[in-house]
């Protein structure tokens, strides 16, 4: 089976431009989940979607922060306006079952940049 | 909110050497999970611990739950070059809404050949 997707790899912006970032969960997977590791720092969880509803939103930073997932399929990350801070590799996984012991599939990640 | 400790940060060891890193918490898991990434990809999961004292073992790598549910080690034996990439250890509560992991800083393991 297809793994979890990340698009794009990479992304460079300027400060106070506009970013969203994609992650296509593994088919089937009702359970997405972002998390964010900032330079030298712990991975962070951000969210948690079961199907298209949002299960827990505790770690989004802020308000600049929006995350979608419209149909329960693949969800959208979208930074606006982005700040330096916001550097760091933004990770997506998903599992079949809410609270799966350890069975998170994680993707490749999406590096982010803010210069 | 619940922090784990993780070190060392980095180990530059020869290949062949065995590698100890651990992870503590100031409050309890459920679950302790060992991960690897290695560049440009995701974390994947190489150990989880679900009993307080349990000991694991997968391939060379060995790790132990401790009895406290408040800390835990990974050890590498007799390490190879492409035992090279972050660690990052996971603790995990589940049960109801829950299931977010929350992580260790990592340790970034470099092996000369």
């Known amino acids: 089976e297809a793994g979890v997707t990340q698009f794009p790899s990479h992304s460079v912006i300027e400060k106070g431009q506009t970013v969203t970032l994609r992650c296509d969960p593994i088919?089937?997977?009702?359970?997405l989940y972002w998390y964010r590791r900032v330079m030298g720092k712990e991975i962070k969880f951000l969210l948690h979607?079961?199907?298209?509803?949002?299960?827990?939103e505790s770690g989004m930073p802020n308000n600049r922060f929006l995350a979608e997932r419209t149909g329960g399929t693949y969800s959208t990350l979208k930074v606006q306006p982005a700040e330096l801070e916001d550097s760091g590799v933004y990770f997506c996984?998903?599992?079949?079952?809410?609270?799966?012991?350890?069975?998170?599939?994680f993707g490749s990640g999406t590096r982010l940049t803010v210069v | 909110g619940q922090q784990l400790n993780q070190s060392p940060q980095s180990m530059f060891i020869q290949e062949g050497e065995d590698v100890s890193m651990n992870c503590t918490s100031s409050?309890?898991?459920?679950?302790w999970l060992w991960y690897k990434q290695e560049p440009g990809e995701g974390p994947v999961l190489l150990i989880a611990?679900?009993?307080?004292?349990e000991l694991t073992s997968n391939g060379r790598l060995t790790a132990q739950f401790g009895i406290t549910r408040k800390d835990s080690f990974l050890n590498i034996s007799a390490s190879i070059p492409s035992d090279v990439g972050i660690y990052f250890c996971?603790?995990?509560?589940?049960?109801?809404?829950?299931?977010?992991?929350?992580f260790g800083k990592g340790t970034k393991l470099s092996v000369k050949p």
């Open positions: 996984a998903s599992s079949s079952r809410t609270g799966t012991i350890g069975g998170y599939t």
């Open positions: 088919s089937g997977h009702d359970n």
């Open positions: 979607f079961v199907k298209e509803s949002k299960q827990d």
């Open positions: 409050s309890i898991f459920n679950t």
């Open positions: 611990l679900y009993k307080a004292g």
């Open positions: 996971a603790g995990q509560n589940y049960g109801g809404s829950q299931g977010n992991l929350i």
